[in-house]
């Protein structure tokens, strides 16, 4: 966990306190600094045991009073998982997930699909509803219970780095079919002043693609076995197909031809289109990491058809001097 992002929970919690007359104590703290600091979906039984082990006297009363203080000013969340128990799980600066419950092992798998988001909120303008809270949770039962193997227990991930791997692989991901068309447009346009502009787009796009892998790693170093952990951000894959147009549509008497202007004009439409699809996908969640990636990689996309243009007008000019 940042220091930056320590400091702004703890203050968080004891502003909570002061408006509400309670006072700040060691237990309170301990117990904060415990649950902060433990990753996954905790009992009060599960944060009573670990605090335990640091101080004997402290009550299970006050683990449940502490617990439900950080609930109400926004540090946790509370869920159930089908097992009777009542359980928190990390909520500040994390996006907001669904879960899948096996009802064997109880094994919860979190999930965010703004697609489900989106079907949600159409529903909700239909009847013209004013949300206050919602769960969405699927019970059933995990492959491995099905295979009668014993439930695999792998180690417990901040949701909010998941999700930021997660979202600099969809960049990536878009980032490499951009590349790819630039590529193509580049050897079938006849034109080679427009065949120079999707150049430098490649180029671009190919240092985008270098700062999003040095950011992925940067990620992945940040916990152990980040890499292996479940897909956390599911999306329409098809949305993503459509941002690069067919070429074909472009063609005249089967022949590519697209002069510099044009070509900017495209690539610039193309940029738009992109940066246009990341704001409105990243309006979905709630500040984090993941959601700084996404409106970043939108800001860059509408950059890259500036910094082409300047280039293709700069050549030009000296073109012309010359």
């Keep these: 966990m940042s220091t930056r992002k320590l400091k702004e929970e703890t203050e968080l919690f004891y502003s909570y306190l002061r408006r509400n007359g309670l006072k700040k104590t060691y237990q309170k703290d301990l117990i904060l600094e415990t649950f902060l600091n433990t990753e996954g979906h905790l009992s009060v039984e599960d944060i009573y045991a670990l605090v335990k082990k640091r101080d004997r006297k402290v009550g299970v009363v006050t683990v449940f009073r502490t ?20 359980r928190f799980e990390h909520n500040y600066r994390h996006p907001r997930h669904h879960h899948i419950i096996c009802t064997k092992c109880h094994r919860a798998i979190e999930f965010v699909c703004p697609e489900l988001e989106r079907i949600q909120e159409e529903v909700l303008r239909k009847y013209q509803f004013q949300p206050v809270d919602n769960v969405f949770q699927t019970y059933g039962v995990c492959e491995d219970c099905l295979a009668e193997r014993p439930p695999r227990e792998g180690p417990k991930h901040d949701t ?28 079938r346009n006849q034109d080679p002043e427009g065949k120079r502009v999707w150049a430098r787009m490649v180029e671009e796009e190919e240092r985008q693609i270098a700062g999003l892998s040095g950011r992925l790693d940067e990620i992945l170093r940040q916990e152990k076995e980040l890499e292996n952990a479940p897909v956390f951000l599911h999306f329409e894959p098809r949305r993503l197909e459509a941002l690069c147009p067919d070429l074909a549509g472009y063609e005249r008497d089967g022949e590519f031809r697209m002069d510099a202007r044009a070509s900017l004009g495209l690539v610039q439409a193309l940029g738009r289109a992109s940066a246009e699809f990341f704001r409105t996908f990243a309006e979905h969640f709630e500040e984090t990491q993941g959601k700084q990636v996404l409106l970043a990689f939108a800001g860059q996309e509408e950059s890259h058809a500036d910094a082409v243009r300047q280039a293709t007008e700069q050549t030009r000019g000296a073109a012309e001097e010359a």
Excluded: N
């Design 67 to 86: 617990l439900k203080s950080l609930t109400a000013c926004g540090i946790a969340r509370e869920i159930t998982l089908g097992d009777g128990l009542t």
């Design 160 to 187: 909010d780095r998941i999700f930021a791997r997660d979202a600099v692989r969809m960049a990536l991901d878009v980032a490499s079919r951009f590349v790819d068309f630039y590529r193509s447009a580049e050897r």
